[in-house]
């Protein structure tokens, strides 16, 4: 699963000083899968740079390496080769408790179906999110407030069987923010979705990431969307291209 040694890397866009001291950095990383005859190259040399308060959308066939660059990205799985930079903090080489450390307190995400807790509300979704990072209300935002800027403030005391899928993904993303990350991981988080929701979603995520200042990568299948987003990156075989 290779393509030419000319494809454009994606990380070109800011000073490498600046690009390896802040927001999201993956270089040269590289991610087989499998055994023997049934290795694949999930990753293949891939470039990323993702500067805070940026939105970047990556698309591609199923099968292409989305979702374990998020893996990558997120500090799930340790790539084969190459270093991912949080902030100028090299996350791959990371112990396994540093690693959940800069999972629970640096890195949200934002799943298809919200992933949240059957019997929480949402206020509490975001409050328990609060507490497995060690953190209080006055560490990150407030969990009322933010539930009340993703439009669910009048919804904070239902669970998620009372939401609706597109309540629940505004949920989701509250509580994948409620932390102040640093980086805003998003796996196809319209796939459930109709049109008018989606592009609500998406919408949403943009406003956040701006005004949080937050590096997000969204994963998606939907082109509708993605006007909404500052960079959209093309993934085939294992590689990326603009």
């Given at each position: 699963m290779t393509t030419s040694s000319t494809?454009?890397?994606p990380d070109s866009r800011r000073p490498r000083a600046e690009r390896e001291s802040s927001g999201l950095l993956v270089e040269g990383v590289t991610l087989s899968l499998g055994?023997?005859?049934?290795?694949?190259?999930a990753l293949d040399d891939?470039?990323?740079d993702v500067a805070p308060g940026e939105f970047v959308a990556i698309v591609g066939p199923s099968g292409s390496g989305k979702s374990s660059l998020l893996a990558v990205a997120g500090a799930l799985t340790t790539p084969d080769t190459g270093r991912v930079?949080?902030?100028?903090?090299?996350?791959?080489?990371?112990s396994a408790r540093e690693k959940a450390?800069?999972?629970?307190?640096r890195i949200g995400f934002v799943f298809q179906s919200g992933n949240l807790i059957p019997a929480l509300t949402a206020l509490d979704q975001l409050r328990f999110a609060l507490d497995v990072a060690g953190r209080r209300a006055g560490d990150g935002y407030d969990p009322r407030e933010l539930l009340e800027s993703v439009g669910m403030g009048h919804r904070a005391g239902h669970r998620p069987h009372q939401l609706s899928g597109g309540e629940r993904q505004r949920v989701g993303i509250a509580r994948a923010l409620v932390t102040r990350p640093a980086v805003l991981l998003v796996d196809e988080p319209t796939a459930a979705l109709d049109r008018a929701r989606?592009?609500?979603i998406v919408t949403l995520l943009a406003h956040e990431t701006h005004e949080a200042n937050v590096?997000?990568?969204?994963?998606?299948?939907?082109?509708?969307?993605?006007?909404?987003?500052?960079?959209?990156?093309?993934?085939?075989d294992g590689r990326l291209s603009e």
């Open positions: 494809t454009p890397r055994d023997g005859d049934a290795t694949v190259t891939v470039h990323l930079l949080l902030d100028g903090v090299d996350i791959s080489r990371a450390r800069h999972r629970r307190e989606s592009d609500d590096a997000t990568i969204m994963v998606t299948h939907d082109h509708d969307v993605l006007h909404h987003c500052d960079r959209v990156l093309s993934m085939v």
